[in-house]
């Protein structure tokens, strides 16, 4: 395979609370090739938004990437060595925030943020936010730019962009206001996009329209995507490859057919299960037992044991790094579970534990409401 | 576009509440216990005499002809008759006006001027030294008394160091003969400035401590707004977010706030007036409440009744220009 345009490696991004220290992202890796669409699934809280703007390294006060490394391009967004007296210093070749700023930022790694309602900037125009950005990252001046931006406008479908240019963000509708902010994105050309569930709020017909507006202009442009949700459903219709985080770890990663038709990790299976499709028929779906645990004291062993119906005693015990499953010929699948056989720990001897998911505390209520019906 | 209608609109609109403010102003003004006549003609007067008084000031009439009398004398620029001064309200009052106008303006200038940089750096260094400084310093600025800051100020500045006069005010519009020590206009000028130091600050201090306080919160805010977090995944440069992306946002509460600092600057005209025996607004206020000068009485609440309600229409307007989410109305 060629050189990837995005390669992470072993991402640590923590922030130091009162309460202590949040492991937010706790040594992820994946890449992202040219021209795909990966995604980064998981439940609210499980490290997405972190482990993006982490790429960017724009974390907020009091978060921290603590260590790893983040190669764009060739450039070392982010990367540690040990100085002389020991301690971990940035290394000489990772980018200053002015470069950051200059180079990365923008130009060739935009954003699409969660919120169209929030992320556009009320007193300013929609068109005059959109030629800022275009200025600023493309080297164009302002008639240029102005230009450039309606026809970005007319190509993410907005109507008379010519006169909307001139309008205000509450003059527009969720939908509209998030295809201003793709717009934004790929009017400065970037090679890749982060796109941070840029359609969890909005709803399903819109979604929709986005989605597939989005997998034309992808083709067109041959951008890269790494597509944060926690939606299965929007991972089937655009992701290529897929990476499932869990409390802050990366527990499986796959090709999309390969994680839906060949599911290697639990967790990923019960997210499956919590979703309706069209290729299965269920009388009742089956929600995930329980809450994710805090990923300021994360459980020992596999962080998904207390919520995981095939737990055994061994998984309290090993914490699990992500491991090659696929056979020889197959695209890559890793997944970071010991039931597997290429972990050998004894996953099959050992006995199973009761747990939230196996008729633990709380899982009682489901039980007894299935019985009665 | 309609943003002239709007203001024209918003004018017409305060006409109920003017009329709202002569009808209180007049009723209350004549509930003032005690009798002007009697002060003007001491204790033991003569009958015919008092009447011809009362009928000199429209006095003898009942209240209701009264009230609208004086009601169309208002909308005709006719404020009756200072019965302590002998002149005409108007005249009194345009007398003393600019000078309480120059002094509030010039109050609100420093009050911004130093409040807006204060609260940006305070917010955008937040926790940090600069912040808790300025917070310190507004927090005193909230909580001491205008006249108290202007006695410390005379102390401190006239009495000891002697840089600034103690009294009186030159304004910058005088004749320069009529200015003891001034040959030239720019002398004029020069002691117009060196008088109205102290009480600028004084009266001044209060309203920048607030503005800081909203300033920074504000600021605060709009920094940790979504649109900031993208402008700078777009690579805006920090200090082009602090001045404009985050800027803009945040002074409309800012705006509300000097708005609505122009009844607290009046009431505090009144009292910095008094402690730099200025001749403004403040002091003809006093003087007529003390002769029980009921026609200078309401003629002076008119006014700063009607500076008021100027100063929220401006307030409303600029804040129509700076946020387009502010609709004429007219959808």
């Not at chain 1, 840029?198 to 017909?205: E, F, G, S």
Request: glycine letters at 8%; proline letters at 6%; hydrophobic letters at 40%.
């Amino acid at each position: 395979m060629s050189e990837p345009l995005l390669s992470v490696r072993d991402l640590k991004t923590q922030f130091f609370t009162e309460d202590g220290t949040v492991r937010a992202v706790d040594g992820i890796s994946f890449d992202v090739h040219e021209g795909e669409i990966v995604g980064l699934v998981g439940e609210s809280g499980a490290g997405k938004s972190v482990a993006t703007s982490s790429i960017l390294r724009l974390v907020d006060s009091p978060g921290e990437i603590v260590g790893g490394e983040i190669e764009f391009k060739g450039e070392t967004i982010f990367g540690l060595e040990e100085g002389d007296d020991g301690e971990l210093r940035p290394r000489d070749e990772m980018l200053t925030e002015e470069e950051m700023r200059q180079r990365i930022r923008g130009r060739e790694i935009a954003i699409i943020f969660q919120d169209p309602m929030e992320s556009l900037n009320p007193v300013f125009t929609v068109g005059g936010q959109l030629r800022e950005f275009i200025e600023i990252n493309r080297d164009l001046d302002a008639d240029e730019a102005k230009e450039e931006a309606i026809d970005m406008l007319r190509e993410v479908g907005i109507p008379a962009p010519e006169s909307r240019y001139d309008e205000y963000p509450h003059q527009f509708s969720g939908g509209m206001r998030q295809r201003v902010l793709i717009a934004m994105a790929l009017a400065c050309q970037p090679d890749l996009i982060i796109a941070d569930e840029p359609t969890t709020a909005l709803d399903v017909t819109v979604e929709g329209e986005i989605l597939e507006m989005v997998t034309e202009l992808q083709e067109k442009y041959d951008t890269s995507f790494i597509w944060v949700t926690h939606d299965m459903s929007v991972v089937a219709e655009i992701c290529d490859r897929v990476n499932v985080m869990y409390l802050g770890e990366i527990i499986e990663q796959a090709e999309v057919d390969d994680l839906f038709y060949d599911t290697k990790h639990p967790y990923t299976s019960a997210l499956l299960d919590s979703m309706p499709r069209p290729d299965r028929t269920v009388d009742e779906l089956r929600p995930i037992q329980g809450v994710m645990p805090e990923a300021i004291d994360p459980p020992a062993g596999c962080r998904f044991h207390s919520r995981c119906p095939e737990a055994r005693e061994v998984c309290r015990e090993v914490h699990p790094e992500p491991r090659e499953l696929s056979e020889d010929g197959e695209a890559p699948h890793t997944a970071a579970c010991v039931k597997h056989d290429a972990f050998d720990v004894g996953y099959d001897e050992s006995p199973p534990i009761e747990t939230q998911a196996t008729g633990g505390f709380s899982a009682g209520f489901t039980e007894t409401g299935g019985e009665a019906e | 576009m309609s943003l002239l209608r709007y203001t024209l609109r918003r004018f017409a609109q305060a006409i109920p509440v003017l009329i709202g403010i002569v009808t209180i102003t007049f009723f209350l003004a004549n509930q003032i216990p005690g009798d002007p006549v009697e002060i003007m003609l001491g204790p033991t007067p003569a009958q015919e005499q008092v009447e011809a008084i009362r009928a000199q000031y429209g006095l003898d009439r009942p209240i209701h002809v009264r009230y609208f009398t004086y009601l169309s004398g208002v909308a005709t620029g006719d404020l009756g008759l200072s019965i302590y001064y002998d002149r005409p309200v108007l005249e009194m009052i345009l007398l003393r006006l600019p000078v309480t106008l120059l002094l509030m303006l010039s109050a609100f200038a420093f009050a911004v001027v130093t409040a807006i940089p204060l609260g940006v750096i305070s917010a955008k260094r937040r926790n940090e030294p600069a912040d808790h400084v300025s917070r310190i310093v507004s927090l005193i600025g909230v909580s001491t008394p205008s006249f108290w800051i202007g006695l410390v100020l005379i102390i401190v500045f006239a009495f000891y160091l002697g840089w600034f006069p103690a009294r009186g005010l030159v304004l910058p519009w005088a004749d320069p003969a009529d200015v003891r020590g001034a040959a030239t206009r720019v002398e004029v000028l020069r002691q117009a400035v060196h008088h109205l130091f102290l009480p600028m600050i004084a009266l001044g201090t209060l309203q920048m401590a607030q503005i800081t306080r909203i300033e920074r919160s504000s600021m605060v805010d709009s920094l940790q707004g979504e649109y900031v977090k993208l402008a700078r995944a777009y690579g805006v440069p920090e200090s082009t977010i602090v001045r404009k992306h985050a800027f803009q946002v945040a002074q409309l509460p800012v705006i509300t706030i000097i708005g609505l600092g122009l009844s607290t600057a009046l009431g505090g005209a009144v009292l910095t007036e008094t402690v730099f025996e200025i001749q403004g607004m403040g002091r003809l206020i006093i003087t007529a409440i003390n002769n029980q000068d009921y026609q200078l009485i309401m003629g002076t609440t008119l006014v700063f009744g009607f500076v008021y309600v100027i100063g929220v229409i401006v307030t409303d307007i600029t804040y129509s220009y700076l946020d387009p989410r502010v609709t004429y109305g007219e959808d």
